[in-house]
Each structure stands twice: as C-alpha cells, then as structure tokens.
C-alpha cells in the first residue's frame, strides 16, 4: 500500500476556521484500517490520501465547543455511515471520540493484508501500563534509595544476583528478579554473579525506563534465555511458570506446557518453532486493560470523569459540628432512640429504689451506700431479664420477617446490643458488691446500739459479730459465687480470648478459643439459679411480693427456654441426610444436605450446625449457600477453629480423591456408585434471620464478599438466578397461572457481586454458580466480578504475561484461566470508590442495598463510602453487614 505524504505527516487532518462562531472542520480520508492520529502541527491546510485499491471513505466533521456535527460521508457501506452519526454525540474529549471510531472502523475491515500492528497512542498507553518493572509498590524510591540499599548490600564493593531483589526494592519476587537479572546481564555480555555500582545504575535506568521499546526489549530478554533473538516453546513455558509462581497460581503453573502451547499457536501460526519480538509486541498491543471491566456507554463515563466528591470545608466550627451530628442521628436514629430508651430505664428504676431506700431506717445506719446498692441491684434484675432477649433468635426471626419492626428497630444489632446489656450488668454488679462489701457491712458492724435498734427486725436480735457472718449466709455466699461465675465468662467473651489472640503458654492455651467462650457462657444456668435465690433471700425485705427478682425474670426465662426446646426438637426431628461432600482448597468443607420436611428459609440466612462424631453439645453457626429454589441445603465451612478442624477430618477419612470432571481436593457424592461411605451424623436447627436476607426489598443489590465471607451472598445470586429462570417460565407460560399469584414479591433486578480472595483455589467453591451466571444471564442483571488479590496489580511486569495469557485463553475456549469459570477475573483489590460512583451513575435516584460479609477490615470503607455517596448524590445506598 503507498502512502502520499504531506508536510512529512503519515496521517494528516484539514482544518478551517469560521468567522461567525469557534468552529473547526474537520475531514479524514482513508482506508477503514490502521490508527487514526490527530496531528498536533498547525496549519491552515493538510491533506492525506491512503492509496489502495479498495475504495476509501472520506468524512467531514463540524467540530464546535458545544457539540460536533456530520457534515458529508463519502464511500463506505450503510454500517460506516451508522458508525459515523456517533461521533454527532458531545464527548469528553475530542481525539478520543476519534480514537474509538477509529478502533470501530478498524474492527469492521479487518483484514490478514492489513498485518500492521496498532502502535496507536491508546494501544502502546494500555501496553505500557500492563509492562512496568517498577510500580508504585516497587522501586518508588528513585536511584538514591536503590544506592543506599547497595552501600549495604554490597560485598567487596559488588551487588551479588542473591541480593538483587532487595535492592531494587522487590524482594516479594526474588525468582523473577533473578530472572531479570540475568535478562539484563546477557544484554551486556556480564556473566559474572555480581555487579558493580556502576552496572547497577545501567540496569536501574533501563528498567525505570518509560518507552515502551526498551520495556518490550527488556521483557522479551528475560524470555530469551539463550540471547539469539527468538523465544522457542520451552523459554515461554518458564517464563509462564515463573510469573504464576511469582502470583502464587499453581494451577496456572502445573498447566505451564499447555498454555505456552497456546501462546505458539497465536503467535506461531507457520510453525516455525519459535516467535520474534514483534510477535511479543503484538500480544501486548492486542491484550485488552484489566480496568475495562465496567463497561459504560460515553455518556455515563464523562458523569464519572467529572463527578466530583470533594467534602466542602465548612470553616465554622459550630456549624461543621452540627452537620456532623446531623449526619450523626440520620445514621444511627435506631441505635440511638434503643439505647436512649434502655438508659432512660435504667436511670429510672436506679432513681425509684434510691429515694426509697433514703426514707426507710436502714439509710441513717448505712447511709448512701445502702441506696446506691439497691438502686444498682433494681437495674441488675432488669438487664439480666433483658439480656436474654437479643439471643433469643427464633423470635427475632419471626419479628424481622413477619411484621415491620425492622424499619425501627435495629434487629442486626442484637448481638451487639446483648453486648452493651452486658456491660451495664458489669456495672450494676459492680456497684451493688462494692457497695455492700466495703461500706454496708462495715458500717453495720460499727453501729451503735441504738443505731442497731431498728436494723433486730431484719438482721436479728443480736447483731452480727463479726464480716464472717454475712459472706456465709445464703446472700453472701450465692452474691459472691454469682460475681465469680460472671467474671470467668465476661473475661474469655472478650475478642483477645475468644479469637485466640493472646499467647499464653501452652498449658493455658485452652482457656482461649472458642471452645472456652461457649462452655464459659453456659455457665448462666447456675448464675441465673443463685440469682434468683440471692433475689429471694434479702436481709432488708421480708414481704413476698416485695422480692421483686423473679417477676423480673419470669417472662424472658420462660421465652428463652422455650427457644431452646424448640431448637432440641426441631433438630431432633429435622433430620438430615448427607448428600455431597467435597474438600476445597483453601480448607474449605462443602456439605450438601437434604432439605427436611417443611424447612423454609431466605437467602442470606444461617443454620447452626452440630457433629455428634465431634461434639454432641457444640452447635455452630454457618450461612446457607444453597438457595430456596434447591432441593438440598448447602453449607460451605471454612476450617479456622478446633471444631471446624476435627470436623474437616471427620468427613475427610469419607472422601474419595476427586476425578477429572470434579471440583475439589476430596468428594463424596451419595447418589453415585454403591460403595456409600457411613457418614458423620449431622444436625441443622435454623433458619435464622440475618442482614443479608432483606436483599429483596431493594431493587438494586450491590454485593462484596472477603474469602469465605461469600457464603451468604452466592445464595442471594442463585435465589436471583432461580427468579430469572421462572420468570422467564411464567413468560413463556410454561408455569401455571396459579403458581404465579403464589409468588411474593421480587423488588431485585440488578445485582452487582465482586468477591475478593487471596487464593486461586478458592474460586472452586462456587465455580458451578459462576457459570450458571453466565450462561443463563442472558440480559445482564447479574454482574460478576472476582478478584484475585495474590497476582500483582494491573502495570506490574510480574503479572503482564498471566494478562496476556488470560485474554487469549478467554477469547479462545470463554474459560479464565485463574478462576476456572467463564468470568474473568481481575487482579489485586478493587477500587472500591470506583464501583460505588459506577453503581451510583448507573441507578440515578435508586436506593441500593449494599451488603457486605467477611473479616471487619473493610466495614469501616464501606460504610464511609455508603453514606458519602448517598449524601453527594441522588442514589442513596443502605450498608449492612455480617463480621466472622
């Protein structure tokens, strides 16, 4: 193809002005393939011709401030002239509306006679940022910080290859920063193990260098082990398994041989053995970006450009206060109006026996420290009443799913709200013993006999003579026992012994963990026993109907012990049978289980779980992945603990090595074969009501799971995919009438799922889902993104060829190669500030339930980005949150 050139320019653009208002014109004349360049050298007339022996399209732009316009279309099909009209839209900018319909023409006509690779401005920008060797968490320092490091690394005044990494600042990636050690040394002839200060400085500048000729150069050097300028089958496959072991992907290493094999098919389509560096050059320009993945048309993305969320700085004090309180109460009116409530109680009841207390007798022989235990025991028997109801979760159940007190009451706080009660129990018992203990029972001792007078009545004729007389009586010995039993389980209920996070030595090691928490609290059935003795048996209330402790008690003793009949028996007679077992990596314990007779439940909800091959008394809590829809309930158990540990082992010694077809380390499917393992008992007692499970209420649903904490949110997915299928069932009248007016209300119809995980092997535990999704979800309300935080972000040379590769293998089979699933998956964490402000653009004046499960670190970022969103723009966004 010749090209006719003018003013040395190899694509070239026609400008004139208008004198009436600001306007270009602006004509292009060409073939519909290759890059389309804006020229930057001005003058008041270009041309340029594209010589073939095709036709050419030529089109006449009016380019205005406020707007662009088609003025004239010569050649090209109706399809071209489509294409064209888009450019009338008002962009963000101008070269880059060009370059998009550029990319377009150039995808319309390609052909194999048009072999020139695009080194357009976009192509080589997306390549640079998919092959730096130096990024923002490697080398930022500059050369000053690297020849530190070398003053002090250095031996007899060389840098050995060992210490390389540490030196540049790489020192995650040892393996590949040999490699590119040696890449570098082969350039210069050095074959020594070490390098000179000076040499260092050579190899610093040349991988800090911006162009991408000397990235590529230096990228395809590290390929090329034997320096003869062609890279054959087996340097590709190291290389492969060099970078997946650099991003801990060992099913992507194991694979090695086979995807460098794809890389030589694309690259190497004449069999010559071996690919060039224009071949390398190629796959780079052709890879498509990481950050592509939210694909939004050109007007939603100049919103998201210029969206703005800067916080105004109010300079007032008082002002920037009461805003700050405003937003305060507008986020926590629930919590606030529960524990105003609460304290207003207590206050009362404390206030009510205070006075009392003041005018009878016993005041002027103990004084206020009389009132003040009294006033502190009225408060005690209503929160040990109270207390009992935030675990009572059958009731809570029903209360959130069958009547509207959800909408003032914050019933996903209720274990915190058990907390709090806890708490002021703490203080109430604190006064009360401390009160009696050290002042009441001295002062009565001291008292003179005509102080002791009117006490003969309630402490007997002759008084006590000595402190032994009232720790042995019946409210001496059950008040102290109760403040012993009461410590112990406040003491290993705190976040540093329960989780296990204090290193004792061993022999105390089993006074933290979990094991010791729940044993621990079961101690309240003797704590509730001596309480209501201790309430029975006072010194200065002789009258029944004045010892006020069990008409305190009565109702939530009576509520409470009912729940726990109800979950004896319903687990009792809910038996389950053991369908599937399957080991994941990650240790992850998958159990399918058969759904019991009249068990209904939400997505989002949880079941406690007990092992009797484990612990015939232990039940623990894990969120349902199966959805409503399924004919079997699903848990997926990661193993962190001595429970979740013994019972991974318990089903293990049950589980056959899975076979080619199947997920999993280990599997036991029940419905195949008749050599049927004997399988652990197992219990269920559920459902339970939980954050995740008022997805339905809103119409958009955006969705973050961390780890294993997608567990409740993969049964949201099926229950949508499920309403998708018969939906679309009902349309097509293949389900009766009836069932239709059977069906409750589906408000969801646009569902954002990202889930991050640091493992690649994690992505196994709910493949089958993922590619449910994507094969069923033909119109796009599902949208899927998963993260893999172990690959080096999008820029970093130590991922740029699983990039490359994932691209190729998604384009060829529709399979990613990391996660195994027809969705593609991004590497390190995502920008969650972008998905909130894509979220928001995409649902103008929409309320959007986020709700998140996983480890507490991202509660704080995602709650803050709720409510600033929701405040700066007209979506409002509603967090909930569910902490493991």
Same mark, same amino acid.
């Given at each position: 193809?010749?090209?006719?050139?003018?003013?040395?320019?190899?694509?070239?653009?026609?400008?004139?002005?208008?004198?009436?208002?600001?306007?270009?014109?602006?004509?292009?004349?060409?073939?519909?393939?290759?890059?389309?360049?804006?020229?930057?050298?001005?003058?008041?007339?270009?041309?340029?011709?594209?010589?073939?022996?095709?036709?050419?399209?030529?089109?006449?732009?009016?380019?205005?401030?406020?707007?662009?316009?088609?003025?004239?279309?010569?050649?090209?099909?109706?399809?071209?002239?489509?294409?064209?009209?888009?450019?009338?839209?008002?962009?963000?900018?101008?070269?880059?509306?060009?370059?998009?319909?550029?990319?377009?023409?150039?995808?319309?006509?390609?052909?194999?006679?048009?072999?020139?690779?695009?080194?357009?401005?976009?192509?080589?920008?997306?390549?640079?940022?998919?092959?730096?060797?130096?990024?923002?968490?490697?080398?930022?320092?500059?050369?000053?910080?690297?020849?530190?490091?070398?003053?002090?690394?250095?031996?007899?005044?060389?840098?050995?290859?060992?210490?390389?990494?540490?030196?540049?600042?790489?020192?995650?990636?040892?393996?590949?920063?040999?490699?590119?050690?040696?890449?570098?040394?082969?350039?210069?002839?050095?074959?020594? =193990?070490?390098?000179?200060?000076?040499?260092?400085?050579?190899?610093?500048?040349?991988?800090?260098?911006?162009?991408?000729?000397?990235?590529?150069?230096?990228?395809?050097?590290?390929?090329?082990?034997?320096?003869?300028?062609?890279?054959?089958?087996?340097?590709?496959?190291?290389?492969?398994?060099?970078?997946?072991?650099?991003?801990?992907?060992?099913?992507?290493?194991?694979?090695?041989?086979?995807?460098?094999?794809?890389?030589?098919?694309?690259?190497?389509?004449?069999?010559?053995?071996?690919?060039?560096?224009?071949?390398?050059?190629?796959?780079?320009?052709?890879?498509?970006?990481?950050?592509?993945?939210?694909?939004?048309?050109?007007?939603?993305?100049?919103?998201?450009?210029?969206?703005?969320?800067?916080?105004?700085?109010?300079?007032?004090?008082?002002?920037?206060?009461?805003?700050?309180?405003?937003?305060?109460?507008?986020?926590?009116?629930?919590?606030?109006?529960?524990?105003?409530?609460?304290?207003?109680?207590?206050?009362?009841?404390?206030?009510?026996?205070?006075?009392?207390?003041?005018?009878?007798?016993?005041?002027?022989?103990?004084?206020?420290?009389?009132?003040?235990?009294?006033?502190?025991?009225?408060?005690?028997?209503?929160?040990?009443?109270?207390?009992?109801?935030?675990?009572?979760?059958?009731?809570?159940?029903?209360?959130?799913?069958?009547?509207?007190?959800?909408?003032?009451?914050?019933?996903?706080?209720?274990?915190?709200?058990?907390?709090?009660?806890?708490?002021?129990?703490?203080?109430?018992?604190?006064?009360?013993?401390?009160?009696?203990?050290?002042?009441?029972?001295?002062?009565?001792?001291?008292?003179?006999?005509?102080?002791?007078?009117?006490?003969?009545?309630?402490?007997?004729?002759?008084?006590?003579?000595?402190?032994?007389?009232?720790?042995?009586?019946?409210?001496?010995?059950?008040?102290?026992?109760?403040?012993?039993?009461?410590?112990?389980?406040?003491?290993?209920?705190?976040?540093?012994?329960?989780?296990?996070?204090?290193?004792?030595?061993?022999?105390?090691?089993?006074?933290?963990?979990?094991?010791?928490?729940?044993?621990?609290?079961?101690?309240?059935?003797?704590?509730?026993?001596?309480?209501?003795?201790?309430?029975?048996?006072?010194?200065?209330?002789?009258?029944?109907?004045?010892?006020?402790?069990?008409?305190?008690?009565?109702?939530?003793?009576?509520?409470?012990?009912?729940?726990?009949?109800?979950?004896?028996?319903?687990?009792?007679?809910?038996?389950?049978?053991?369908?599937?077992?399957?080991?994941?990596?990650?240790?992850?314990?998958?159990?399918?289980?058969?759904?019991?007779?009249?068990?209904?439940?939400?997505?989002?909800?949880?079941?406690?779980?007990?092992?009797?091959?484990?612990?015939?008394?232990?039940?623990?809590?894990?969120?349902?992945?199966?959805?409503?829809?399924?004919?079997?309930?699903?848990?997926?158990?990661?193993?962190?603990?001595?429970?979740?540990?013994?019972?991974?082992?318990?089903?293990?010694?049950?589980?056959?090595?899975?076979? =080619?077809?199947?997920?999993?380390?280990?599997?036991?499917?029940?419905?195949?074969?008749?050599?049927?393992?004997?399988?652990?008992?197992?219990?269920?007692?559920?459902?339970?009501?939980?954050?995740?499970?008022?997805?339905?209420?809103?119409?958009?649903?955006?969705?973050?799971?961390?780890?294993?904490?997608?567990?409740?949110?993969?049964?949201?997915?099926?229950?949508?995919?499920?309403?998708?299928?018969?939906?679309?069932?009902?349309?097509?009248?293949?389900?009766?009438?009836?069932?239709?007016?059977?069906?409750?209300?589906?408000?969801?119809?646009?569902?954002?799922?990202?889930?991050?995980?640091?493992?690649?092997?994690?992505?196994?535990?709910?493949?089958?889902?993922?590619?449910?999704?994507?094969?069923?979800?033909?119109?796009?309300?599902?949208?899927?993104?998963?993260?893999?935080?172990?690959?080096?972000?999008?820029?970093?040379?130590?991922?740029?060829?699983?990039?490359?590769?994932?691209?190729?293998?998604?384009?060829?089979?529709?399979?990613?190669?990391?996660? =195994?699933?027809?969705?593609?998956?991004?590497?390190?964490?995502?920008?969650?500030?972008?998905?909130?402000?894509?979220?928001?653009?995409?649902?103008?004046?929409?309320?959007?339930?986020?709700?998140?499960?996983?480890?507490?670190?991202?509660?704080?970022?995602?709650?803050?980005?709720?409510?600033?969103?929701?405040?700066?723009?007209?979506?409002?966004?509603?967090?909930?949150?569910?902490?493991?």
């Amino acid at each position: 193809m010749e090209i006719e050139e003018s003013h040395e320019q190899e694509y070239a653009w026609s400008e004139t002005e208008s004198t009436g208002s600001r306007s270009t014109r602006v004509g292009f004349s060409g073939p519909m393939s290759g890059p389309l360049v804006v020229s930057n050298k001005k003058s008041t007339k270009k041309s340029a011709r594209f010589k073939d022996d095709q036709d050419f399209v030529e089109i006449t732009l009016d380019v205005r401030d406020d707007g662009v316009s088609l003025q004239n279309i010569k050649g090209g099909d109706p399809e071209t002239a489509l294409l064209a009209t888009r450019l009338e839209k008002r962009p963000s900018s101008l070269s880059l509306r060009l370059r998009q319909v550029s990319q377009e023409l150039k995808r319309m006509t390609s052909s194999k006679k048009f072999d020139r690779v695009d080194r357009t401005k976009s192509g080589a920008a997306r390549a640079l940022r998919g092959l730096k060797f130096i990024t923002k968490n490697v080398g930022t320092e500059g050369w000053s910080q690297v020849e530190k490091r070398f003053d002090e690394l250095a031996v007899e005044s060389k840098l050995p290859k060992t210490r390389f990494s540490l030196c540049i600042g790489m020192h995650e990636s040892k393996e590949f920063a040999g490699e590119l050690f040696d890449a570098l040394s082969r350039r210069r002839g050095i074959t020594s =193990g070490s390098i000179t200060k000076d040499e260092l400085r050579e190899f610093w500048e040349q991988i800090t260098d911006q162009s991408f000729d000397s990235r590529l150069q230096t990228f395809f050097d590290m390929v090329d082990k034997n320096a003869d300028g062609r890279i054959a089958e087996e340097e590709v496959k190291e290389i492969i398994a060099l970078s997946a072991s650099a991003n801990k992907l060992s099913k992507i290493q194991e694979r090695a041989e086979e995807y460098a094999a794809l890389i030589m098919e694309e690259l190497d389509p004449d069999n010559l053995g071996y690919i060039e560096i224009y071949n390398l050059e190629m796959l780079l320009l052709q890879a498509p970006a990481q950050s592509t993945h939210i694909t939004t048309d050109s007007r939603i993305m100049s919103q998201m450009l210029s969206q703005k969320l800067v916080p105004t700085k109010e300079h007032n004090p008082i002002k920037r206060g009461l805003r700050a309180l405003a937003y305060f109460v507008e986020d926590n009116w629930k919590r606030i109006w529960i524990i105003a409530l609460w304290l207003a109680i207590c206050a009362a009841l404390f206030t009510w026996k205070f006075i009392e207390y003041k005018h009878r007798a016993v005041f002027h022989v103990m004084g206020y420290c009389v009132t003040s235990a009294k006033g502190a025991a009225e408060t005690l028997k209503f929160n040990m009443a109270l207390i009992l109801l935030p675990v009572c979760r059958n009731t809570i159940t029903w209360l959130r799913s069958k009547t509207k007190l959800g909408m003032a009451v914050p019933f996903d706080d209720n274990i915190n709200f058990h907390k709090v009660i806890a708490f002021g129990i703490a203080i109430g018992v604190g006064i009360h013993a401390i009160a009696h203990l050290t002042c009441d029972f001295p002062r009565l001792l001291h008292a003179t006999d005509e102080e002791y007078e009117p006490m003969k009545p309630f402490f007997g004729e002759e008084r006590p003579n000595n402190y032994w007389w009232f720790v042995k009586g019946t409210e001496g010995w059950t008040g102290i026992t109760i403040v012993v039993l009461m410590a112990i389980a406040y003491t290993l209920a705190q976040p540093w012994f329960r989780r296990g996070r204090l290193n004792l030595p061993k022999p105390l090691k089993k006074l933290t963990g979990f094991n010791a928490f729940w044993y621990s609290h079961h101690l309240f059935v003797i704590v509730y026993g001596l309480f209501i003795v201790h309430g029975y048996y006072l010194y200065l209330s002789k009258k029944w109907y004045k010892k006020t402790t069990w008409m305190y008690l009565a109702i939530p003793m009576i509520l409470y012990a009912c729940e726990r009949l109800l979950r004896a028996f319903r687990s009792g007679y809910k038996s389950v049978k053991i369908l599937k077992v399957a080991v994941y990596p990650g240790n992850v314990l998958a159990l399918h289980m058969s759904k019991p007779q009249g068990f209904k439940y939400s997505s989002g909800q949880y079941i406690f779980v007990n092992c009797s091959d484990v612990s015939p008394f232990q039940w623990h809590p894990f969120s349902i992945t199966s959805a409503p829809g399924d004919d079997y309930v699903s848990v997926h158990i990661r193993t962190l603990g001595d429970w979740t540990s013994q019972l991974k082992a318990v089903f293990a010694r049950a589980c056959q090595p899975a076979s =080619g077809d199947q997920s999993g380390l280990l599997r036991a499917d029940m419905l195949q074969g008749n050599n049927i393992p004997r399988m652990p008992n197992i219990l269920i007692d559920g459902p339970y009501g939980a954050p995740a499970q008022d997805y339905k209420n809103y119409e958009v649903i955006l969705l973050v799971g961390l780890g294993i904490g997608a567990t409740p949110l993969i049964s949201i997915l099926k229950d949508v995919l499920n309403n998708m299928k018969q939906q679309k069932d009902i349309e097509e009248g293949m389900v009766e009438s009836g069932v239709k007016n059977k069906r409750k209300p589906f408000a969801t119809n646009r569902a954002y799922f990202y889930w991050v995980t640091r493992e690649q092997g994690s992505f196994e535990w709910f493949k089958g889902v993922m590619d449910d999704v994507a094969e069923y979800d033909k119109d796009g309300i599902i949208e899927l993104h998963n993260y893999c935080t172990s690959v080096y972000e999008e820029g970093d040379a130590r991922s740029a060829l699983i990039t490359m590769l994932q691209s190729l293998h998604h384009a060829k089979s529709g399979v990613d190669i990391v996660s =195994g699933t027809r969705v593609k998956t991004h590497f390190a964490r995502p920008n969650w500030r972008s998905v909130f402000k894509h979220t928001a653009l995409k649902h103008p004046g929409k309320r959007v339930g986020v709700f998140y499960c996983g480890a507490h670190a991202l509660v704080g970022e995602l709650k803050r980005l709720s409510l600033d969103f929701s405040r700066k723009t007209n979506t409002k966004f509603d967090f909930h949150k569910e902490n493991f």
